[in-house]
């Protein structure tokens, strides 16, 4: 994210007001390992560094690599939890949190983290992921049933339309609980969730996804038959990237596409054991098990008239 000056300026008086310059090295260390402050000032050890001057440099440096979040992160972290047995009151914290969020982060709570507000922008890393590093994701694939079939059998413009139908009703159920589109081929596609109840979020996004398409091909289906989907959702780390192709590689993401290609009925929704363990008992118990899913616990939701 780009940091506004007034931000940066406001958390220098912060961080000086706050520490002594050898806990605020000890925290970028953490973030740059081997990173020298004094290195960073051309001063030699034998002169003390005042606050005011190691917050400018410290931060200055963490906005250059981009890592000015992740030390705020660390400020907010030894506020409420302590570093090495002791607390640190970080001055202004309330007013630089604000300042994120007039910039278009919130701070999520869970993951501990500062995130784009879903109001303002939505971009595909949350603003906040990095290039090649792992994460744990929740996600949620969604296939049509027999899309080639559709294709031939259909006008262009009728799966095209169909098509756009579908990926608005996906957009919809996601959008609201802050997940991202990864990959979507037509008829189909991948959606990550990320932070807060990522779980749970996906879970209630794939139930909204497929009770929105019953009522779909109900009442406004372009095509002489309904269309069918199969959703899957699965949990694990993956390591972000903006490149589709090396996302597919990863190890969640193929064990993903394996429950939705093999072990999920038309109109049903899998998930795996690591997910459905995390349910609420309520949602949990909406959930059946999948039979013959070769040793591997697998769970399933479809519509079922009374």
Not at 32 to 40: A, F, H, I, Q
Not at 251 to 277: F, L
Request: net charge positive; aromatic share 10%.
């Amino acid at each position: 994210m780009k940091v506004k000056p007034t931000l940066i300026n406001l958390t220098v008086k912060a961080l000086a007001a706050s520490m002594g310059v050898k806990i605020m090295e000890v925290l970028a260390k953490k973030l740059v390992p081997g990173y020298d402050l004094y290195e960073r000032k051309g001063f030699p050890e034998s002169i003390p560094i005042p606050n005011i001057d190691a917050a400018r440099q410290i931060l200055t440096d963490m906005n250059r690599l981009e890592l000015f979040p992740d030390y705020v992160n660390l400020l907010i972290k030894v506020q409420s939890e302590g570093h090495m047995g002791r607390k640190y009151r970080i001055s202004y914290l309330r007013d630089i949190i604000k300042m994120f969020a007039e910039q278009g982060f919130i701070y999520d709570g869970i993951n501990k983290i500062f995130v784009e507000n879903p109001r303002i922008r939505r971009t595909r890393n949350w603003g906040t992921l990095r290039n090649q590093e792992e994460y744990i994701f929740t996600f949620l694939r969604l296939d049509i049933v027999k899309n080639s079939e559709l294709v031939r059998k259909h006008p262009a413009e009728l799966i095209q339309k169909t098509y756009s139908d579908l990926r608005d009703i996906v957009d919809i159920a996601i959008e609201r609980r802050n997940g991202r589109v990864w990959n979507w081929e037509g008829d189909g596609g991948l959606v990550a969730f990320y932070f807060s109840y990522k779980n749970l979020l996906a879970v209630v996004s794939a139930m909204e996804i497929i009770h929105e398409i019953f009522i779909y091909n109900r009442l406004f289906r372009k095509l002489d038959e309904p269309i069918r989907v199969r959703l899957a959702i699965h949990n694990g780390p993956c390591e972000y990237s903006e490149n589709e192709e090396d996302i597919k590689k990863g190890e969640t993401v193929r064990k993903i596409i394996e429950i939705e290609s093999g072990y999920t009925k038309p109109n049903s929704i899998t998930v795996s054991n690591t997910v459905h363990v995390t349910l609420d008992t309520v949602l949990a118990d909406q959930f059946k098990p999948v039979e013959k899913s070769g040793g591997a616990k697998y769970f399933y939701y479809e519509l079922q008239w009374e």
